[in-house]
C-alpha cells in the first residue's frame, strides 16, 4: 500500500517547502505494521466519508467499545456486522481515532464485503500525530452506527451557532482526482471554525502538520468538501457540504525534512480553507454521546516532539 502524492498535493507541498518531509513520510509509512494496527484496535470511534449518487461526501460514523476496525489480511480492515449506510463498491475514507488517548490512523479505499462484512480494500493507510485532539470520552460504550436521521438546515439555525462557538474537534472529507475520499482530523482552539451564514462561507486555519498536505491537496485539486462539526454533548453532528479552497501562508525558509515541526506558538498558521457551502445537514446520532475531558491537556505545536509523536 504505497502513499503517492498527486498534482495537487504536490503543489502544496512545494509552496510550503515540505517535498522533503512529505516525501520521507510517504516512504516510511507505507505499508501497514504493528504499530498501525494497534492504532486501529484501540479506536472507539471511526468516520466514514463515501460520495452519494450525485458525488457529494456524506459522514458516517461508527462509535461503541474498541475494535470498530480490524484488519484482515494485507489490505481489507473489516467493520463491525450490521454497519449500515456504506454500499458495497463505493470507494470511502475513514479515519480510526482515540480521542481520550490521541491516536488516529487513516485509510482509504473501496468498500467491499468478507464473508457478509463490510469492508475497507485499502489503497492507502497511514498515521498521524497527536497534535491537536481535545480529549473526550463516551458516556456510552455500545456499539452504535450514525447518524439515525439526516435534516437539512437553515445556515442561521441557533444551535448550530451555539456549536460553532465551541467546537474544538471537526473532520475534513476531501477526495482525490481519482475518487477516492479521504477523512481527516481538524481541531483547533474551542470555536476555530467560522461560519458566515449570510454568505454561506465556511473558513478556518489550517494548522502546521507533518508537510504531507493529503487533505489540502486534494482540495487544491478537486475543490469537493465536507466538513464535520461534533456537538459532542448531544452526539450530533453539522455536516456542511460544498467547494473548497486552500490558500498556503506559510513557506519555510528551509526545505523542511522532519514530520514534526517545533513552534513557539501553539496553534500556528500553516494555511486557509475555506468552503463556499451548499448544504448544511443536521445528522442526528451520529455517534455516541461523550464529555469533555479537561484534565487532560491538549497536545499543540509547541508541546515537546516526545508528546506530539504518535504512541
Not at 473532520?171 to 479521504?182: N, Q, W
Not at 508537510?211 to 453539522?238: C, E, Q
Request: hydrophobic share 40%.
Amino acid at each position: 500500500m504505497p502513499l503517492s502524492y498527486h498534482t495537487g498535493q504536490i503543489e502544496v507541498q512545494t509552496e510550503a517547502n515540505s517535498r522533503p518531509a512529505a516525501d520521507m513520510l510517504a516512504e516510511r509509512l507505507a505499508g501497514r505494521s504493528s504499530r498501525s494496527i494497534s492504532f486501529y484496535e484501540s479506536a472507539d470511534l471511526l468516520v466514514l466519508a463515501a460520495p452519494d449518487a450525485s458525488g457529494v461526501l456524506r459522514f458516517t460514523a461508527l462509535s461503541g467499545t474498541a475494535p470498530l476496525l480490524t484488519p484482515a489480511d494485507d489490505e481489507a480492515l473489516l467493520l463491525p456486522k450490521g454497519t449500515s449506510g456504506l454500499r458495497n463498491g463505493v470507494q470511502a475514507g475513514a479515519i480510526a481515532i482515540d480521542l481520550e488517548q490521541r491516536r488516529r490512523a487513516r485509510a482509504n479505499g473501496r468498500i467491499v464485503l468478507r464473508d457478509g462484512r463490510p469492508a475497507i480494500e485499502a489503497a492507502e493507510e497511514l498515521i498521524n500525530c497527536r497534535k491537536y485532539i481535545a480529549p473526550s470520552v463516551a458516556l456510552d460504550a455500545g456499539l452504535h452506527c450514525g447518524p439515525v436521521s439526516r435534516e437539512t438546515i437553515a445556515p442561521v439555525d441557533a444551535r448550530l451557532r451555539s456549536v460553532l462557538d465551541t467546537v474544538e474537534t471537526a473532520f475534513l472529507a476531501s477526495v482525490s482526482p481519482e475518487g477516492r475520499p479521504d477523512v481527516s482530523h481538524k481541531g483547533g482552539p474551542p470555536g476555530f471554525i467560522c461560519f458566515d451564514p449570510e454568505s454561506r462561507l465556511l473558513s478556518w486555519l489550517e494548522l502546521i502538520g507533518n508537510g504531507m498536505f493529503k487533505s489540502a491537496g486534494n482540495v487544491r485539486a478537486t475543490g469537493v468538501v465536507s466538513m464535520l462539526a461534533l456537538d459532542l454533548a448531544f452526539g450530533d453532528a453539522y455536516e456542511f457540504s460544498g467547494r473548497g479552497e486552500y490558500r498556503s501562508e506559510l513557506r519555510y525558509a528551509e526545505p523542511r525534512d522532519k514530520g514534526l515541526w517545533p513552534s513557539e506558538f501553539a496553534f500556528p498558521t500553516q494555511g486557509v480553507m475555506t468552503v463556499q457551502v451548499d448544504e448544511v445537514t443536521l445528522l442526528r446520532g451520529l455517534i455516541r454521546p461523550r464529555q469533555r475531558v479537561e484534565s487532560i491537556v491538549k497536545i499543540t505545536a509547541c508541546s515537546p516532539a516526545e508528546d506530539q509523536v504518535p504512541r
